[in-house]
């Protein structure tokens, strides 16, 4: 939400985000030995990192 009223920097704001939430994912299924918890949280994460910097 933060990244879409910004008006300055949404591609910055937004990559910083979602960085922290495929982070979060990682370490996430890293100490619950849990795959699920990374497809759930770090796989759209990261679909939304690649998009946001494929978009010029």
Do not use: D, R
Not at 25 to 53: E, N, R
Request: charged content about 10%.
């Amino acid at each position: 939400m933060w990244a879409i009223v910004s008006e300055n920097n949404f591609k910055e704001i937004a990559l910083f985000f979602l960085i922290c939430v495929a982070v979060a994912g990682i370490y996430g299924a890293y100490t619950t030995h849990k795959v699920k918890l990374f497809f759930v949280q770090s796989i759209p994460a990261l679909i939304g990192i690649v998009l946001i910097l494929l978009n010029k």
